[in-house]
């Protein structure tokens, strides 16, 4: 039987009450044999996360020399969770002074940061009495950053299959000169995933303190409809859109060798919770859309010159503009003799955007350049698009009832996905104009 590997994070891990649901959940299903922890996070709104606490512990130590108050506050949580585990045996002291003094000769903002994971690991471990394996011998980097597949994914599964339940701290590997180097915020998601694909898992469970991807924000809609299956490639759409449960770049190792993941609830294990397939796995759910998601505050350039189509290199130099300043574009609409460029707002803040506009009309001599600023991007997504007659129909017959102006219009090649872009202003009525024409009116407007 193929193993399953868990990823608890978030508030799952906060107290040791929470802990031991964790336990429960991990010990109710035999096929969970390997579980990565993220460090305790907000056990209440205005708590502050161990991670938070280790990076000003680090801040601290640089600027002061000394960051032994913020560390008694980790001192403190660690050692209540070791007791509302009922450890009495586990010498959580001696660990945490030993981190204490590794923080402080390590002067690493990385290290410090990866020992929330690395010290919840160790205690839940022991209470499972499964094997602690530690990330920094198993996930390792490359000199670019980048993971070192070829090194990672043998040592992983060999070091694994000699456990019966083993325990892994998310977060960080080792790099190329032997350092501990995390990866960004949130970054447990992707030692998961990295994980479930070194050991050839049946799934990768992924839980946290919600029951799956919602169709669109709930701060937008009122109790939206949940989201039971998706694909990778919607997924993928939504959460660069700003649906993020998981982190972006945790569905590449898995997504790679074809293995689901499930968005499961660690405060009610019952819940279906969202199941993310592969395409080889993939079928039709029987609906248009899968979810809608949106972002705020992109520039739009916007240029024009007659007999833009038949002039070559037009894009090229354009983009090289961008490539010099090393911004990224989101989107580039184009026509006949017109072409936009999709920009975030924030890339182009302390000038830039005037420095760009200079260049390119140097670059390509447009007739006219225009900017639009303060532009939101919604996109409605679903494989069940590409089928279906009149949904871009339905999705601007909405827009216009709801009295939106659409400033603009990019449908992927793929028929995944219709963005608008209009004014951030008209960004929540957009939101639920689009989801209640595709979705049964029972959820309230917010
Ligand atoms: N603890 C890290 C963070 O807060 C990583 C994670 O939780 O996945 O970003």
């Known amino acids: 039987m193929k193993p399953i590997v868990c990823k608890f994070g978030g508030s799952s891990l906060a107290d040791g009450t929470n802990i031991l649901k964790v336990c429960d959940i991990l010990k109710s299903n035999p096929q969970r044999k390997y579980v990565v922890v993220s460090a305790p996070g907000k056990r209440f709104s205005g708590d502050i996360k161990v991670t938070d606490l280790l990076y000003q512990c680090f801040r601290e130590a640089t600027e002061k020399g000394d960051c032994s108050e913020t560390f008694s506050k980790i001192r403190k949580r660690f050692t209540s969770i070791v007791e509302e585990l009922g450890m009495n045996g586990f010498d959580i002291a001696s660990i945490l002074d030993e981190t204490e003094k590794q923080i402080d000769e390590q002067r690493s903002a990385d290290f410090t940061a990866s020992r929330g994971e690395y010290l919840n690991a160790r205690i839940i471990a022991a209470k499972l009495g499964w094997t602690f394996i530690d990330a920094k011998d198993i996930i390792f980097f490359k000199e670019n950053g980048t993971l070192d597949e070829a090194r990672s994914y043998p040592e992983i599964d060999r070091r694994l299959k000699e456990c019966a339940g083993a325990v892994i701290p998310g977060f960080y590997g080792t790099d190329s000169e032997g350092k501990i180097r995390t990866f960004s915020r949130g970054g447990s998601d992707i030692s998961g995933s990295i994980v479930a694909r070194a050991v050839n898992a049946e799934l990768y469970e992924n839980w946290t303190d919600v029951s799956g991807f919602l169709a669109c924000d709930p701060r937008i809609v009122n109790s939206p409809e ?46 279906a919770g969202t199941l993310i397939l592969p395409s080889k796995k993939y079928v039709l759910q029987g609906n248009i859309v899968t979810g809608i998601a949106g972002k705020k505050d992109f520039t739009v350039i916007f240029l024009e010159k007659s007999m833009m189509n038949g002039e070559i290199g037009f894009a090229r130099r354009v983009l090289s503009v961008l490539e010099k300043h090393k911004i990224c574009f989101e989107h580039m609409p184009s026509g006949i003799d017109t072409l936009s460029l999709v920009i975030e707002s924030r890339y182009l803040s302390g000038g830039l955007l005037d420095v760009l506009l200079e260049e390119i009309k140097e670059a390509v001599h447009p007739d006219y350049i225009r900017v639009l600023e303060n532009i939101a991007l919604v996109a409605t997504v679903g494989h069940g698009m590409a089928s279906s007659i009149g949904t871009s129909a339905k999705l601007f017959r909405a827009l216009s009832d709801a009295e939106i102006n659409v400033r603009l219009i990019d449908q992927g090649s793929s028929e995944l996905n219709i963005i608008v872009g209009i004014d951030n202003d008209d960004y ?9 024409a595709f979705f049964s009116k029972k959820s309230e407007e917010k």
């Not at 929540?428 to 209640?436: F, M, S």
Request: overall charge positive; charged content about 35%.
């Open 428 to 436: 929540e009525k957009c939101v639920r104009a689009i989801y209640h």
């Open 226 to 271: 949940k989201i039971e299956v998706i694909s990778f490639k919607e997924l993928r759409e939504l959460s660069y859109m700003g649906a993020n449960v998981l982190h972006a770049d945790s569905i590449f190792p898995v997504r790679k060798g074809d293995i689901p993941i499930k968005i499961k609830n660690t405060f009610r294990p019952e819940d």
